[in-house]
């Protein structure tokens, strides 16, 4: 055996402890009970005690399958760990005991005195059978297991250690140092919780062969584009730290600490100190919460019966009640098998049910609620012949289990006019009967309405949220044609109906006096009423050149169409996700690809659109006289609305950057910009500042924000864990996004890059029997996740289209209560 020496570490003799462990072991053994007589030794090793006599014990093991020196990192390692365990509360500190004999692995009386080993190893074949099944019996006894970097090469024929480690390296890893920096995604486990979100530091990163994340807990990630991760990368999600309850017992692995200097920084000895806590039962966390077998997808409803919609419409939103009841409405469209009209001279043309159903997880039974008559039910065809109109959202008041108030936006059928071709929004209260899920469709109060055009798809937005001051946002789309621009900014003043411009969303979504292409918000009043809330971007009394109006109403301008937004009641911020154009190629002519976007909104604000998109890219002018030509790149900080359809201000306000936008191309494509600011657009010189996003045939779908309530338990809840992140997500499935993100608060209302996202498509399942064409998400009362899948038509229902929840199923933080670790008597 090889005795440690070192001048700041005396030698003492490891004593044994008695038989008194219990059947599960260290469960309730030594670090729980007085200290018994010690046992002649077997060997001497290092030892360092706190003076106080802690009864917790921490076992370091730095044996090496090649002879030679003691490698500066071990010995830099063992000091490190020895005055973690000196400092802090003194019910957590622990004994510290260092040895390279792998014999102590052979002796359960010995091993068992311990509550966590340590792996401070150069790797290679370092225990042999005998000695590994003694690990793991200790394991499986309740231990805690920590292992350090370069303990990921040790035992590199063993199955069962790969699975106590997590991963492995990857043969062709890069070996020098380089500052990179950390993306520490877990804020509550003790190893991570006091850590910056973007932790910069220099080490050596591995690869791995197999990314670990979803079958261990990965607390944090290394970024790879702020280093070399050479070919044998892992790709935007290259897990470094991460835990899990492990065979019985607890296991942490951290791929940082292979430096010296690593042992020497306050931040890295936090995380090392946060790790042994946990393992050795000092401190319980959560090292499940993101391992994919802990979470459980069941589809809630059953297709329809043929030709009815008696179980869902085509899905376009939900809404969760204080008692659980999920509100979920279809827009218009019909069973396939039903007639679809399209002719204007009928005066059924586009005629839709607008169905709203409530799913009740008590009896698990679905009622059909009501239905309205709205202008939806038409689909397919070109872009003169189909519609996004309909039923677009629900809300429930904030009293609703005391009024049975339901909020809906909608497109009702008995405002169109056939020859002008356009129709009416409305905004609408009505009345439920809380004791038989049935809506009464004559209490309805019509709050606000508007105009908007049907001659031409599309954008209708249509989600709503409230606030915590009893504020209602409604969101709109941009009422414009996808065509006439080539997929760039809907700007082209030409094409009309009648007069009304359907190709220019300079008309809607860029007009201070129009309502589409906006974020509304307004405070509904009790008679049916509503009043406006101070700090909208507009009065509705501003006059400018040209005799401009406004509306006061909007709260965001230049949204194109956002389908779902969101209001995180603790902050009263706003989240919101809207779709893009439709070009596939960024264009040095016109400017940037589809960019779909998704915003942190803290304040009232013009988004750009059809001005700019993502990051302040402008669009290139086309006005009149001939909108084929370019004129000048926008202006994002003094955008003018010059379009002759606009009614409102010439001045607008300054275009405020998004956070999230993704293109065909991959996540947050930027470019070199010229001295005026205006990007190059060009593939070859793009960078992608979000690597974990990219797009294709994208449709954005905005989540909630996660706030766990301790006070909800045995429902399925979502752990602690996700409290606070922001959920985006795709329609589509495929390279599309389905994550949850963190922000910084300090940047993320100026449009500030997420500073962490982890990938949720092994938990909200993908795939053409899961969750394949997302359309809403939000979080029930009980703390599961309700989701709609859309189905695999188009303005339809089908035998896909579905309601799902999505559940929690792995139980609490680790240790129990009863099995941390007590100081001794």
Not at 100 to 116: E, G, K, P, Q, W
Not at 458 to 481: E, F, K, P, R, V
Not at 618 to 635: E, F, M, Q, S, V
Not at 721 to 727: A, E, I, N, V
């Amino acid at each position: 055996m090889h005795l440690r020496r070192l001048s700041t570490r005396r030698r003492a003799c490891v004593a044994g402890v008695t038989a008194g462990i219990v059947a599960a072991g260290l469960l309730s053994g030594p670090a729980a009970s007085a200290r018994p007589a010690p046992e002649p030794p077997l060997t001497t090793m290092s030892i360092k005690s706190p003076p106080g006599g802690a009864s917790a014990r921490v076992l370091i093991f730095y044996g090496s399958a090649a002879a030679g020196e003691e490698s500066p990192v071990v010995n830099a390692g063992i000091e490190t760990i020895e005055k973690i365990g000196l400092t802090g509360p003194t019910d957590q500190q622990f004994e510290v005991v260092a040895t390279d004999d792998a014999s102590v692995f052979t002796n359960d009386t010995r091993l068992s005195r311990f509550n966590a080993v340590v792996f401070l190893t150069g790797g290679g074949d370092v225990l042999d059978p005998e000695q590994e099944a003694g690990l793991e019996a200790y394991m499986e006894a309740g231990g805690g297991f920590v292992g350090i970097h370069d303990a990921a090469r040790a035992e590199p024929y063993s199955d069962w250690f790969t699975g106590l480690i997590g991963a492995r390296p990857a043969a062709s890893s890069p070996t020098a140092v380089q500052r990179a920096t950390v993306e520490v995604g877990d804020r509550r486990h003790p190893a991570t919780k006091d850590l910056p979100v973007q932790w910069k530091r220099p080490d050596q990163w591995f690869n791995w062969v197999k990314n670990p994340s979803g079958d261990v807990h990965t607390v944090a990630r290394v970024r790879e584009s702020t280093y070399q991760p050479g070919e044998s990368k892992n790709g935007w999600d290259h897990p470094v730290s991460w835990c899990r309850d492990y065979d019985g017992g607890r296991s942490f692995y951290t791929g940082m600490g292979g430096t010296v200097s690593s042992f020497d920084e306050t931040e890295f000895r936090s995380h090392l100190r946060g790790a042994l806590l946990w393992t050795s039962r000092l401190a319980q966390a959560d090292c499940k919460a993101t391992i994919n077998a802990n979470y459980k997808a069941e589809r809630l409803t059953q297709p329809n019966q043929p030709g009815q919609n008696d179980q869902i419409g085509e899905p376009h939103g939900l809404v969760t009640a204080p008692d659980g009841r999920v509100f979920y409405i279809g827009r218009g469209g019909a069973d396939s098998s039903q007639p679809v009209i399209t002719d204007w001279n009928n005066p059924d043309i586009g005629k839709g049910k607008g169905e709203i159903h409530v799913y009740d997880p008590k009896t698990k039974k679905v009622t059909l609620a009501g239905a309205l008559s709205v202008f939806g039910n038409k689909g397919g065809g070109d872009e003169l012949t189909k519609v996004e109109e309909g039923l677009l959202g629900i809300e429930l008041d904030p009293r609703f289990e005391d009024n049975g108030w339901v909020y809906l936006h909608y497109t009702p059928h008995s405002r169109i006019n056939r020859d002008t071709r356009m129709a009416e929004r409305y905004v609408s209260r009505f009345t439920l009967d809380l004791a038989t899920n049935k809506l009464d469709l004559n209490s309805e109060k019509v709050l606000l309405k508007w105009p908007v055009q049907i001659h031409s798809c599309c954008h209708s937005g249509g989600g709503m949220a409230w606030d915590s001051q009893g504020n209602l946002y409604i969101a709109t789309g941009d009422n414009n044609s996808s065509g006439f621009t080539g997929g760039y900014s809907g700007n082209n003043p030409e094409p009309n109906y009648k007069g009304v411009s359907f190709a220019d969303a300079r008309r809607t979504a860029g007009n201070t006096n129009n309502l589409n292409g906006k974020i509304l918000r307004i405070h509904p009043e009790p008679d049916g009423t509503y009043t406006l809330p101070d700090g909208n971007l507009f009065t509705g009394k501003e006059t400018a050149e040209g005799g401009g109006k406004t509306r006061g109403e909007i709260y965001v301008m230049g949204v194109r169409n956002p389908a779902r937004i969101f209001v995180d009641k603790s902050t009263d911020t706003l989240y919101a996700g809207w779709v893009g154009p439709d070009a596939s190629q960024p264009s040095t002519t016109w400017g940037p690809a589809k960019y779909d976007t998704f915003a942190v909104i803290t304040k009232a604000s013009n988004r750009g659109w059809p001005y700019c998109m993502g990051n302040k890219q402008p669009y290139r002018d086309r006005n009149l006289p001939d909108p084929t030509k370019p004129l000048g790149w926008y202006d994002c900080g003094h955008p003018k609305n010059e379009s002759p359809n606009n009614d409102g201000l010439v001045n607008l306000p300054p275009v405020t950057g998004n956070n999230i936008w993704y293109s065909p191309q991959g996540g947050a494509p930027d470019f070199p910009r010229d001295a005026s600011g205006v990007p190059s657009y060009k593939n070859e010189e793009a960078t992608y500042k979000l690597p974990w996003l990219k797009g294709g045939g994208q449709a954005a779908m905005n989540g909630p924000v996660y706030r766990y309530d301790a006070s909800v338990t045995d429902s399925g809840q979502w752990p602690a864990y996700w409290d606070g992140k922001w959920f985006v997500g795709d329609f589509y499935d495929a390279d599309q996004p389905r994550n949850a993100v963190v922000t910084d608060p300090k940047t993320h209302g100026d449009g500030g890059l997420p500073v962490h996202s982890e990938s949720l498509k092994k938990i909200v399942p993908i795939g053409n029997d899961g969750i394949k064409n997302l359309m809403d998400w939000k979080f029930g009362p009980d703390g599961s996740l309700y989701v709609l899948d859309y189905g695999r038509g188009f303005f339809t229902s089908d035998a896909k289209s579905a309601l799902w929840r999505v559940t929690y199923t792995g139980g609490g933080p680790t240790p129990a209560a009863g099995q941390l670790a007590r100081k001794a008597e």
